[in-house]
C-alpha cells in the first residue's frame, strides 16, 4: 500500500538526487498521439486503466506531480506537423532559471507561428 508517507519520501529522495542540476529534460510524452478516447479503453471492465493508460502515456508527468517541481512543455521539434515535446523540470521555487532556459529555447527554435495541419 502506497501511504502519503511513502510518497513524501520518495518525493524527498528524488529532490535530493537532482538537487546538483538546473534543470532535467525528460521527453513530454511517452506515445505518439492516440486517439479521442484512448485513454477510456478498457475502463469499462477494470476503472484503474483510465490510471494505467494515462501514467503510459504520460509518465513523466507524474514526477513533477509528485515533488513539486516547476515544469516547462517545449515543442522542441516536429514530426508529420504535430510538435514534439521536451519538458524541462527545475529546482523547486526556481521558476525563473525555468523561465530564462524556456526563453533560450523559443528564440533558438521559435514556435509562436507554427499550427498543426488542420
Do not use: K
Request: net charge neutral.
Amino acid at each position: 500500500m502506497v501511504t502519503m508517507a511513502r510518497l513524501q519520501g520518495v518525493a524527498r529522495q528524488v529532490l535530493a538526487a537532482s538537487s546538483s542540476y538546473d534543470l532535467i529534460l525528460t521527453p513530454t510524452l511517452a506515445l505518439p498521439p492516440v486517439p479521442l478516447g484512448w485513454h477510456f479503453q478498457g475502463a469499462e471492465v477494470d476503472p484503474m486503466a483510465v490510471l494505467t493508460n494515462a501514467a503510459r502515456f504520460t509518465p513523466f508527468a507524474s514526477v513533477a506531480n509528485l515533488t513539486g517541481q516547476p515544469v516547462a512543455a517545449l515543442p522542441l521539434s516536429w514530426n508529420e506537423g504535430l510538435p514534439i515535446g521536451v519538458s524541462a523540470f527545475g529546482r523547486p521555487y526556481d521558476e525563473a532559471t525555468l523561465f530564462r532556459y524556456s526563453a533560450q529555447i523559443e528564440a533558438a527554435r521559435p514556435w509562436a507561428d507554427r499550427r498543426p495541419p488542420s
